[in-house]
């Protein structure tokens, strides 16, 4: 079983399951995922647009969807005598339900860590015990888990691979694709992929984007994830002077000039094509408040805090908002050094990530675990 919870783990998710298979046709894979780890091979029980909950107010609220889907995993679990789960991510469900297969002698594989050195040691303790592999997409990771006796290995982030192996549009493909304005740049916003955070983030990116757009005669783009409705944009903003896209994402992170993008694996995306963007992050203020107490780190973007110093701009919560968006984007888009320097720093992050191929490395080590007795 593989359990992942939300688009990230659906696309890392999917890489995996086909080295899987590419190992043993004959595997059977259940659990939860999009639609990309259905695409290749998942019987999904759950889908994760029914899992796009953030935040503890939201997971409050989803208390008994939750246990719903826990208990019927469980259930599955039972009913295949499936031996192995692959937790990806997700770590306020993964952890819980990591503790439950642990007392039913399941073999557990965590594969890219929660952000324990974001949210404090104290969870490590609880990894060490319940889980019997952590296979982590960062170095440090791997250096802080050894420090506290985690069986853990490090294979590279596989996101690498993806932007590696993705076939790019030349930016004249893209453009006609898309029916873009020839002659301008484009300002791309990358909003979230869960409806609350849309709420939250959007209208206040849009509005600066379309005065930055005016300003610098660049052309605003909003990339919109597979799993949300396009309405809820425009039910959001009476602003039309945006082109709203499914798909194409990574083309749109490779031939854009400048990005706003919201907080999150887009981020490390974003930092791998060199698009020099601005961070924004907003959520209700109870979860945030929350957050401030238990979160020890000063970076949320994670180009930041792989680079170890502060190349993207960050707008958190209450600095989220129209004119701090625009002051901050203006700032980069008139400084042409400042513009140049952030794009060169943002080169580093693929070295410092390793190689690709880290997907294949990570289904071996699995498929190694699955047959071990």
């Keep these: 079983m593989i359990i992942a919870g939300e688009a990230s783990g659906d696309l890392h998710g999917s890489s995996l399951i086909k080295e899987l298979f590419k190992l043993d046709h004959s595997l059977q894979i259940f659990g939860i995922g999009g639609d990309k780890m259905i695409s290749a091979g998942m019987n999904a029980q759950f889908h994760i647009k029914q899992m796009a909950f953030l935040g503890f107010i939201e997971v409050l609220r989803h208390l008994p969807f939750i246990s719903k889907v826990r208990n019927e995993l469980l259930r599955k679990i039972a009913e295949e005598k499936i031996g192995t789960v692959v937790l990806i991510d997700y770590p306020g469900f993964n952890l819980n339900i990591a503790k439950r297969l642990h007392e039913l002698g399941k073999k557990v594989i965590y594969y890219i860590s929660p952000q324990v050195w974001a949210w404090g040691k104290g969870r490590i303790d609880k990894i060490r015990e319940v889980v019997d592999k952590m296979i982590v997409v960062f170095p440090f990771e791997e250096k802080m888990y050894r420090k506290y006796n985690v069986d853990v290995e490090y294979f590279g982030h596989p996101l690498v691979e993806h932007v590696e192996n993705y076939s790019l549009m030349n930016k004249e493909e893209l453009y006609k694709k898309l029916n873009l304005e020839e002659g301008k740049e484009i300002l791309l916003i990358l909003p979230g992929s869960r409806k609350h955070e849309i709420k939250k983030i959007f209208p206040k990116c849009i509005n600066a984007a379309v005065k930055l757009s005016r300003d610098f005669n660049l052309q605003t783009v909003v990339a919109c994830s597979e799993n949300i409705d396009e309405s809820i944009f425009t039910n959001l903003t009476t602003e039309n002077n945006y082109r709203l896209v499914k798909g194409s994402t990574y083309d749109l992170l490779k031939h854009s000039h400048f990005g706003i993008i919201k907080s999150g694996t887009s981020t490390l995306e974003a930092g791998l094509f060199q698009l020099p963007f601005i961070v924004v992050y ?68 693929k070295e410092k990530l390793g190689g690709s191929g880290a997907s294949k490395k990570t289904a071996q080590k699995i498929y190694i675990m699955l047959n071990e007795a």
């Design 282 to 349: 907003s959520t209700n203020y109870l979860t945030y408040w929350l957050g401030r107490i238990l979160v020890q780190i000063k970076n949320i973007a994670m180009a930041n805090i792989i680079l170890g110093e502060n190349v993207i701009d960050e707008l958190i919560q209450y600095d989220v908002n129209t004119e701090n968006i625009y002051s901050k984007s203006e700032a980069i888009l008139k400084d042409k050094q400042r513009y140049n320097s952030i794009k060169q720093k943002l080169g580093l992050i």
